[in-house]
């Protein structure tokens, strides 16, 4: 078995800190909800149900789009251009000003925020047919490991300030974008 190569830690990293950026807001999204739309928990959670929707048909409709982009003009400008939109994504939150500020936020990020399919793409270009199913497996290995992991720590910096889970997730989302324009040169 060899050492993995530095785009494969990567790929692994950004699914990691992508599932880690998304369960670490969890907690603290009906708070910002509430905060933001001035009503109570029932109202926050019918408005964040329909996020959510919002949510998966724009990824369902453009997750295809940004796959194609990757195979079009290279895997590397596509993933970090969508790890930029996380990034920002998750920075805009964290400022959210108004409801309809979040609403036009998180639609424009998820257009161009689907890092997972070219992320997964990066994977199936450079390993071997004999490492791809070992690769594919450490990524559903990393995305579960931060989906368990991020609302924990979202729930612990919810109670210093329901905002500061936004900013460690962007903070996150940078650090990782920062890590790509590194490791895929």
Do not use: C
């Amino acid at each position: 078995k060899q050492p993995l190569a530095p785009a494969v830690k990567f790929v692994l990293a950004t699914m990691l800190i992508n599932s880690i950026g998304f369960g670490i807001i969890i907690p603290s999204f009906p708070q910002l909800l509430m905060s933001l739309g001035h009503t109570d928990i029932s109202h926050a959670t019918a408005i964040g149900g329909s996020l959510s929707l919002i949510y998966a048909l724009f990824q369902f409709v453009f997750g295809p789009v940004v796959g194609n982009l990757s195979d079009r003009f290279g895997r590397r400008p596509v993933l970090l251009l969508s790890l930029g939109a996380f990034a920002l994504d998750f920075v805009a939150m964290a400022f959210a000003p108004t409801l309809a500020w979040l609403i036009v936020v998180r639609a424009i990020a998820v257009i161009f925020g689907a890092p997972n399919g070219p992320a997964q793409s990066v994977i199936a270009d450079i390993a071997a047919p004999d490492d791809r199913s070992r690769l594919f497996g450490y990524i559903s290995a990393a995305f579960g490991i931060g989906f368990v992991a991020g609302p924990a720590l979202g729930g612990l910096l919810a109670e210093v300030s329901f905002r500061l889970p936004f900013y460690a997730a962007g903070a996150l989302a940078v650090a990782n974008t920062v890590y790509g324009i590194v490791a895929l040169t």
